[in-house]
């Protein structure tokens, strides 16, 4: 029943205001009523026609409020429900389908008229909700206002489980709502995938790492749309070495987001093992990527540092040229260590460097600047280090250390041999694990993780962990060039004169080039900066070169890290004796160029 159409269909004011009155049973109506009268004494606002209404005297100033007689407009009474006119339906919403597969969409609509079913004078607001999409399960596209007063929407079916989703249109302004009844299909099963596993790599049952991973798998219907309330059973791929899926977790049903969830705990050998997850009523399955168990620790002869360039230019004299340093470190199956470990660096002689970096999939990274203050011989020491396990000769291949591995490397506390003389000397950085003060050498014991359940006849006498580290050298290399070696080369300061024959050659090889710093010699020179270039050049009738004639110098720390420089100098067989020429070695480093001349004669 809707008061409006009730007014005008009584066809008189007092029979209407009775039929009314049957229906008044709160106060709160009482207002209702009185706009009521208002509208159908003859107000002119909100649409009311008078005229149509047919039954209702005007009088003659149906419009305005010019005479006493005449009130303000009714206040509007909205209601919400779809159609218009007589076509009307208060209460509903409208809907293009009232079944939905999942990943169907149908388009709602309701229609919002005041007390005469007349659109609204203004903008008003209807909000849209249901269960399913509160769930998450379904959605509703934007609601638009198609005219003023209709709304439309579309909800879609994301593969709820509900057997239906009752929508709710809410009238904002008044609380007024029309629903609509859809009925849900739930999707079948497309798929079962892999989503996340909380650790992809585990550590072996028993030595106090990580030993276990939680896994993720989705169940989805067509469009992905989430596939709920299916049962998943979990399996390992492998029996070799206990690891399992832990008891009372091997089937799960999937929640709201079509997910499952389930636990693989760690065994006692160590490799990759794969989670197989089966939907139960179709067989779809899916598989985990491998889930690496291994120690977690890093093996001290693993630990492997690389850094570049060695021998940047400018570091001498210019602060923030980089080096980037990386670090891959294994376990003793060559496995990750666990993510997350922590490698530390430090640069005692020279420059700045990065704290520390955390081991992702084996692998992290620092970088190092240049900066004052800086050594004589322009030669850093960097190190990197982490907690590892010295590294033995597994002579019966279990991947423990036991009573028959009688070999392994004993580690003294980390430094860093800052004058490169291959031996600790007091003065030079050390880890001080024991924190006693002074650099202790190895206990003689072999120190990493104890595997006693991984194999009975561990020997875990040695502490669990040690410090395991790796250096490299940064040479500051200076651009001014000193020739190191000669080799077959005359002294070009001594003006020796190169002899070619005519239709011959002079091979000339075996040369290396240093940098200026002589304060370096005594370790053998530092080599130029990196990817500077030496080029050859020949001047004189006759004569030419053949072959190599240029060089790009190496990443390396010494001269001899780059090849021997040579040229070979052919002369013409119809040159004319005595012809004289010049040979030119030219080397190009930051910010200097350096020259270097020999003589040649055609004898
Ligand atoms: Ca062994
Ligand atoms: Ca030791
Ligand atoms: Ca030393
Ligand atoms: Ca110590």
């Known amino acids: 029943m809707h008061a409006p159409r009730t007014c005008f269909a009584a066809g008189s004011g007092s029979t209407a205001l009775s039929r009314w009155l049957s229906f008044s049973r709160t106060a709160a109506l009482t207002s209702a009523l009185a706009l009521l009268l208002t509208a159908c004494g003859g107000g002119g606002g909100g649409g009311f ?7 209702v005297t005007p009088g003659s100033s149906s419009t305005g409020n010019s005479s006493g007689n005449n009130t303000a407009p009714p206040t509007p009474v909205y209601s919400i429900g779809n159609g218009s006119g007589t076509g009307y339906t208060d209460g509903v919403i409208d809907a293009s389908k009232t079944t939905l597969q999942a990943a169907e969409t149908a388009t709602l609509r309701v229609n919002i008229v005041d007390q005469f079913n007349n659109p609204p004078a ?4 209807v909000t849209f909700s249901s269960t399913c999409t509160s769930d998450g399960l379904a959605s509703f596209g934007d609601v638009t206002q198609v005219a003023r007063g209709l709304f439309s929407v579309t909800y879609t079916n994301k593969g709820c489980d509900k057997a239906a989703d009752v929508v709710t249109a809410l009238l904002v302004t008044n609380n007024k709502q029309a629903t609509v009844t859809l009925k849900m299909v739930g999707p079948d099963v497309i798929s079962v995938s892999f989503v996340s596993a909380t650790f992809t790599q585990l550590a072996l049952a028993g030595i106090g790492g990580n030993e276990t991973s939680e896994l993720i798998f ?3 219907g067509p469009q992905a749309v989430p596939v709920v309330g299916k049962t998943v059973n979990f399996s390992v791929n492998t029996q070799v070495g206990g690891a399992s899926i832990l ?3 091997q089937s799960a049903v999937t929640d709201q987001a079509g997910q499952v969830h389930t636990i693989i705990t760690s065994g006692t050998i160590a490799g990759p093992v794969n989670v197989r997850a089966v939907e139960q009523s179709t067989g779809k399955q899916g598989i985990s990527p491998d889930i690496v168990i291994s120690t977690g620790i890093a093996d001290a002869d693993r630990f492997s540092m690389t850094l570049g360039p060695h021998n940047p230019g400018l570091a001498w004299n210019t602060d923030a040229v980089t080096v980037n340093i990386n670090i891959i470190a294994s376990d ?3 496995n990750n260590p666990t993510d997350g470990t922590r490698v530390s660096f430090v640069s005692s ?5 990065t704290n520390s970096c955390l081991l992702t999939d084996g692998a992290c990274s620092a970088t190092w600047r240049s900066s004052a203050s800086r050594p004589l011989d322009m030669r850093a020491t960097v190190m990197a280090y982490t907690s590892g396990a010295e590294h033995f000769t597994d002579n019966n291949g279990n991947g423990v250390y036991d009573s028959t591995d009688t070999t392994f490397k004993d580690l003294g506390e980390a430094y860093a041999d800052e004058n490169e003389n291959g031996q600790y000397d007091v003065g030079e950085y050390f880890v001080d694990t024991n924190k006693n003060g002074v650099r202790d050498p190895g206990n003689n014991l072999w120190d990493g993780p104890c595997l006693s359940k991984v194999d009975s006849r561990a020997v875990c006498t040695g502490n669990s962990t040690v410090t395991i580290s790796g250096s490299q050298v940064i040479v500051m290399s200076r651009s001014d060039v000193r020739i190191k070696t000669l080799g077959t080369f005359p002294d070009p300061a001594l003006g020796t004169i190169i002899s070619v024959t005519k239709g011959g050659y002079a091979d000339l090889g075996g040369m290396y080039l240093e940098d200026g710093n002589t304060n370096a010699d005594i370790l053998g020179g530092n080599p130029l900066p990196n990817q500077s270039t030496v080029v050859f050049s020949i001047e004189g009738d006759s004569l030419s070169l053949k072959g190599i004639s240029s060089y790009t110098i190496s990443d390396g720390i010494s001269p001899e890290s ?4 040579g040229v070979s100098i052919f002369a013409d067989s119809g040159a004319v004796s005595g012809t004289t020429g010049v040979l030119r070695m030219t080397v190009t480093a930051p910010g200097l160029t350096t020259q270097f001349t020999w003589s040649v004669k055609i004898p």
């Open 49 to 55: 026609n008078p005229a149509a209404a047919g039954s």
């Open 247 to 249: 008891s009372g977790r």
């Open 562 to 565: 780059s090849p021997p420089l």
């Open 349 to 353: 002689e020279s420059g700045n460097i």
């Open 218 to 220: 989705q169940v989805s």
């Open 332 to 334: 003793i199956f060559g």
């Open 122 to 125: 203004t903008d008003l607001v």
